[in-house]
């Protein structure tokens, strides 16, 4: 079902006394995932999009949903039905998934900070939210009202004074989007919400759009967040510049770092709980016992077969981004993690705590046997807008940050100005750009007469 790589033996950070030197950032192979191809699906999308608004929207949504829409923007009533219908437990846990949310979002918050730099010259540095956002919940395999949450909480905390969300419509509901998406709109106070899914939605909220008639219905958003297919993907590279985006979100990840006092029971079921996904998605284990290692993949054996996704998930743990890898000891497993660097990172071992403090490249680290992923997806108060395919040893997760942008107000008084005015000559002279220099000077110019 799933392939196991054995490294043990090898030198994988270059420190260890094998010959053998392996690169910790191509241990484990990932699933392909050719966005550029897709570039040649979604560039007439969005040209389309572009071009005629709505009416291309309405022609997507039917070509690609099999919906006929009368709109693409949601009305605000079928927001407050869909609340109001809400399954009660459902409800609940959305309430307590926004609460939490909200707890560790409103920490994130900036404070602008001014600094002295010499007397009469200060920079200040102030943190801006961003204008307006698009916002995108995807609705494939899934229905992701979580996702809405985490786009939404960490906007609103960044104090982000306009935001859309748009999700793709569906049949079996009149081609609205799903009824639970449309109340977790509600339940967050978001009342803008748009039918539209795949590469017309990010088109959209790059763009903006006018009605038959001409009038404005959804205006061009700064920057667009959120997870979606290869194409939602491919439309964010394609669109960068037009609007600013999170990330690329690729297939997603699961990576559990164990040892022997792991329970085989829950690796196994943490590993396919990711699984369940995507048939791309990717899972993972890295252990220092073999004895863990075949105790999983029995497990895998049973609990797979008992599981609701089935062909899916035999799918994601049968393709090559999944696999059991062998190390000699968890000094070398947190390399491989650290190369890898996991969009989730589960640390199961004896010192978990200890361990997880070493881990430098991964979307989020989830501590010992009682931090499972899921409970990150939903409950923890983290955010699970979490980066793929690597690009963790760079980027970070969806934050209030991400929603913020920093600005730097210089503030010189004239004698501040003349002490450095010399030094500044100096460096423009050197550059070959004297009228830097003379933009200083021409202001201590003698212009009388």
């Known amino acids: 079902m799933i392939t196991r790589i054995d490294l043990r033996g090898r030198a994988l950070d270059g420190s260890r006394s094998s010959t053998e030197q392996t690169d910790p950032r191509a241990l484990v192979p990932r699933a392909e995932l050719d966005v550029e191809t897709a570039l040649a699906v979604v560039r007439p999308i969005v040209e389309d999009v572009h071009h005629r608004g709505e009416a291309a929207l309405i022609e997507l949504a039917e070509r690609f949903d099999g919906v006929r829409l009368t709109a693409v923007r949601v009305p605000e009533a079928a927001l407050a039905e869909a609340a109001e219908a809400l399954d009660p437990r459902v409800r609940a846990a959305l309430e307590e998934s926004i609460r ?4 560790v979002h409103a920490d994130q918050r900036r404070t602008d900070k001014t600094t002295q730099v010499v007397e009469g010259g200060t920079v200040t540095e102030r943190w801006v939210p961003v204008d307006r956002v698009g916002l995108y919940v995807p609705g494939g395999r899934a229905v992701y009202p979580s996702s809405v949450v985490m786009n939404v909480v960490p906007a609103q905390e960044a104090g982000v004074g306009s935001l859309a969300v748009a999700s793709p419509p569906q049949k079996e509901y009149g081609g609205l989007p799903h009824p639970t998406i449309l109340a977790a709109c509600a339940l967050l106070g978001v009342n803008e919400v748009y039918a539209a899914g795949g590469a017309q939605a990010v088109a959209m909220f790059a763009y903006g759009y006018r009605d038959a008639a001409g009038t404005v219905v959804c205006r061009r958003a700064d920057l667009v967040t959120g997870p979606g297919n290869i194409y939602v993907a491919a439309a964010k590279r ?24 792991a329970d ?3 690796v196994a079921a943490d590993l396919i709980s990711q699984a369940e996904h995507d048939p791309l998605a990717a899972a993972v284990l890295v252990t220092d016992s073999e004895e863990l290692a075949d105790a999983v993949v029995k497990e895998l054996e049973v609990r797979v077969a008992a599981t609701k996704h089935v062909e899916r998930i035999r799918e994601a743990l049968g393709g090559r981004q999944s696999a059991v890898v062998l190390v000699d000891d968890i000094e ?4 491989v993690a650290n190369g890898y660097a996991a969009e989730h990172l589960e640390i199961q071992t004896r010192d978990a705590a200890s361990d997880a403090a070493k881990v430098r490249n991964a979307g989020a680290v989830f501590v010992g046997s009682f931090a499972p992923v899921s409970l990150g997806d939903y409950l923890a108060g983290s955010n699970h807008v979490l980066p ?16 913020l942008r920093g600005i730097h107000v210089v503030d010189y008084s004239r004698d501040a100005l003349a002490e450095a005015a010399g030094l500044v000559v100096a460096l423009a002279d050197a550059e070959d750009l004297p009228a830097h220099g003379e933009a ?3 202001r201590f110019e003698d212009r009388e007469g």
């Open 440 to 442: 200083v000077t021409a």
């Open 332 to 335: 070398a497993a947190l390399v």
């Open 100 to 103: 939490r949310a909200r707890k």
């Open 388 to 403: 793929t395919g690597g690009c963790a040893c760079h980027s970070s997760g969806l934050s209030v940050q991400s929603f």
């Open 264 to 266: 085989p029971g829950v």
């Open 238 to 261: 394609l669109l960068k510049g037009v609007i600013g985006i999170d990330a690329e979100a690729g297939p997603t990840e699961i990576m559990v770092v164990a040892d022997a006092t």
